[in-house]
């Protein structure tokens, strides 16, 4: 865990706050996310950093969607002055900067249910069993423009890797890359995705916590470009009906504690490269993968992406080639670096500090009980039949977030996983948005059913 006491913290502390003063920056962002991993955001003056890294800076904690209720509702922010950048979209005379920050409780402990926190606490957990957890998310999203009436279409017609000169969304895909750099986020692959509208962009790996920093900066970025240039940029599962959604496919990998050794490798190449540890890991996340779905896949909307035909998993299998299960091996070639395996039911809508603590914990579990993933499952498990799956033992992901919610509620392993305040105050707020999900009427249902019946 981080110690804002110690030497190293106070020796970035006080490099953050020169360049603060030597950039002249005015006023300084304090973001953290609530419990859904909607970012949340307030502006102090720069004149006063040095007295909230000492002393934190106070807010309403009730207010924040899954923190605390309104008797229990003072709560602290810390920045964590190695997420300091300057925010590259302001111009030089009205500069801002930012600071992703840990949330305190007034007698200044960790507040157990911040997402951040639960996500180092798993991180803890891997390093006292001597590893690191490294993972690389891919994220889609959609660029939207609404029309009159304020319904959102795609923005343009093009489809998978399609490149055309004057492209409008390579040159948004451009600029948030280019933002994406003040933040240290180094880009290694940006395309237009299978869908209308649909984009993807994909950084480079890190340890799990930086890694999660990223991903919400990210998603900020995405949105900050396309407001400028009179868009919207969506993180939505399925905003479309007939067309691929939004995935967050996510590449892990498990090392050894100091980052030196990637522990999935193996010489063994009638294994794939794959160590028995990469396998256990599989096993695990196969083992508690309808447990974790309320968390990786987090909206009502998102069981509209995780449906047969549209490149999304619905059942719970592994393979190397084959991108129809839950979990699949890429090809890395044989180098050591690159051993990773990747889960592809998670989606870009959810926390992503949440889900990378669900996954690298029911990795760990694997690893700590030899689950075995058995073998990989090669054939399209879309044109399975029932008979085939049960025979497999491939069972599917929950259908709705009502039976993830139910899946998950009655798990131990959730429980421990996030922590009891974090499980409980999750499944409310969820319970919540399933209820003002099953309570609506939808234009589908008036068009189908109101002269009808």
């Excluded at 999660?212 to 868009?231: E, L």
């Excluded at 691929?244 to 590449?251: D, I, P, Q, V």
Aim: hydrophobic share 35%; charged share 30%.
């Amino acid at each position: 865990m981080r110690n804002f006491k110690n030497a190293v913290w106070r020796g970035k502390v006080t490099e953050v706050v020169k360049k603060i003063k030597e950039a002249q920056i005015k006023f300084v962002r304090l973001q953290f996310t609530d419990i859904n991993g909607i970012l949340k955001s307030l502006a102090v003056s720069a004149k006063n950093i040095e007295s909230i890294f000492e002393n934190g800076q106070s807010f309403d904690g009730s207010s924040i969607t899954g923190y605390r209720p309104i008797e229990e509702s003072d709560m602290v922010l810390f920045p964590d002055p190695t997420t300091f950048a300057e925010l590259p979209w302001r111009p030089k005379e009205r500069s801002s900067c930012r600071l992703i920050c840990d949330v305190y409780t007034p007698d200044y402990k960790r507040f157990d249910a911040d997402p951040r926190y639960v996500l180092e606490r798993a991180l803890e957990k891997l390093r006292d069993a001597g590893m690191g957890y490294m993972c690389a998310p891919e994220l889609e999203f959609f660029f939207v423009k609404e029309d009159s009436g304020g319904a959102p279409s795609p923005i343009d017609m093009a489809g998978y890797f399609d490149y055309h000169p004057g492209d409008l969304t390579d040159d948004l895909r451009r600029e948030i890359a280019d933002f994406a750099e003040a933040f240290d986020i180094e880009i290694e692959i940006s395309h237009h995705e299978v869908a209308t509208g649909q984009n993807e962009i994909d950084f480079k790996y890190d340890e799990g916590l930086v890694t999660a920093d990223r991903a919400i900066t990210m998603k900020m970025v995405t949105k900050v470009v396309a407001a400028k240039n009179g868009y919207l940029a969506t993180y939505m599962p399925k905003p479309f009906f007939g067309v691929n959604g939004s995935g967050m496919h996510t590449h892990q990998s498990f090392w050894t504690s100091d980052f030196k050794k990637n522990l999935c490798y193996s010489e063994d190449e009638s294994k794939g490269y794959m160590s028995d540890l990469a396998r256990y890991a599989i096993g695990g996340q196969l083992a508690h993968g309808r447990e974790m779905s309320a968390v990786l896949a987090s909206w009502p909307n998102s069981y509209k992406r995780l449906v047969p035909g549209y490149e999304a998993p619905v059942y719970i299998a592994w393979a190397h080639k084959n991108r129809s299960p839950l979990i699949r091996v890429p090809n890395f070639g044989g180098r050591k670096s690159a051993a990773r395996f990747e889960i592809r039911c998670p989606d870009p809508a959810g926390n992503p500090y949440l889900q990378f603590a669900v996954l690298c914990l029911a990795a760990l579990d694997g690893i700590k009980r030899k689950i075995d993933p058995g073998p990989p499952t090669e054939l399209n498990v879309y044109k399975m039949n029932y008979e085939e799956r049960r025979t497999k033992k491939i069972v599917a992901l929950p259908e709705s977030l009502k039976e993830a919610l139910d899946e998950m509620e009655k798990s131990n392993f959730m429980k421990e996983a996030l922590g009891e305040t974090a499980f409980e105050n999750y499944l409310s707020v969820k319970r919540k948005e399933w209820d003002l999900y099953r309570t609506q009427v939808t234009n589908w249902e008036v068009e189908r059913y109101i002269r009808r019946l």
